[in-house]
């Protein structure tokens, strides 16, 4: 990552009730380290609503400043979203910079992002964030000096006036609009050609870059990091039935992902929407696999993937116990994508869960039937066309009712 040294870093939280705050807590520590910090002491305090001024109660901010004053540190992490007003005002508390859940996942998010969409999305989503946010003077500005929650956007974006703001995320939103348009209509594109596209979904550092790389040599990177890869990719693969199909890789995912990144990502997150099914990757060997299955399978829903076939594909099966106690959904594989176990089954599970409605065919049509040459073109996706002594020659994929007309021609 970008940093070069470890900042020293205190995590608050509060509980409300809401979610584990245990768990939540373990998931803040790993975003911090693949941030570039090192987390030196926490704070829990349990509150029926957070306060107005700091969050945190007068009492636990006291604890707070001699945490920071004793442990030395240099950053403090809250695990929920704070009021622009309530990290001013802690700042002020402790004199060292304050950065909330979301800012931290922001900023994981600028150094990962590699492709220009990427960086745009990442760019839309911090602009959005921080202008509520540039408010007044102090420390919430002279934190652009460098280390965690200073990525992305330069510091003449975040000191410019809102109006200059408003005109970046204006140009930025048409931007990724025509993005946006683009990446639909490569989709319609590939289902005119008849190429099936399956996604692989699921919570960040489940394995879905690993598996990519071992079913198509895709060459991505994948570290033992949270978001170790952002930008979607896409790599060709044949299954055990001769079928080619298109599988993409999407940005992983997080419980309480920050709206802000959700809107930003929507394009490209809408892969998923747009397959033909979902290879829904879960790590096995994770106590939280329910929550994980629930916080993806939320999303998908939103994004208006709920009717599209999934396969759930139980990764790191070698270091589970396998004895949860939860109901696991029906269409289940179990794999290690780093050794290789169970790859041949979950290739043959593609295979049956994907829909057959088109095909490639190699056809010698007769040049007195005109009309069904000039149907395939129209209907399907002409790869190859040449004109032979015998008849034209066609190789075409198309609808199997259309298919099933010129089955006299076929070679």
Known sequence: MVNVFMEKTILVALDLGYYDIEASLEELTELVKTAGGEVAGTLVQKREAPDRATCIGSGKLDELKALVENEEAELVVFDLELAPSQLRNIEAETDVRVIDRTMLILDIFAGRAKSAEGKLQVELAQLRYSMPRLTGKGIELSRLGGGIGT????????????????????????????????????RARRKKDGITTVAIVGYTNAGKSTLLNRLTDAGVPAEDKLFAT?????????????RQ?????????????????????????????????????????????????????????????GLIPRLCVLNKSDKAILHWDLPLPEDTVQISALKGDGLGDLLTRIAEKLPSTRRLARLLLP????????????????????????????????ENVLLERTKVYEI
């Open 151 to 186: 990525r992305g956007p330069g510091e003449s974006k975040l000191e410019s006036d809102k109006r200059h703001i408003n005109r970046r995320i204006h140009a930025l939103q048409e931007e990724l609009t025509e993005l946006t348009e683009r990446r639909g209509r490569l």
């Open 245 to 305: 199909i298109l599988l993409i890789d999407t940005v992983g995912l997080i419980r309480r992902l920050p709206h802000h990144l959700v809107e930003a990502f929507r394009s490209t997150l809408e892969e998923a929407a747009g397959a033909s099914l979902i290879l829904h990757v879960c790590d096995a060997s994770s106590p939280e696999l329910d929550e994980y299955i629930r916080v993806t399978n939320d999303l998908l829903d939103a994004l208006g993937a």
């Open 230 to 242: 952002l930008d979607p990719t896409s790599r060709a693969l044949t299954l055990p039935d001769g």
């Open 367 to 398: 040049y007195s039937d005109g009309s069904m040459a000039a149907a395939l073109r129209k209907e399907g996706s002409v790869r190859k066309e040449s004109f032979t002594e015998d008849g034209l020659y066609m190789e075409v994929v198309a």
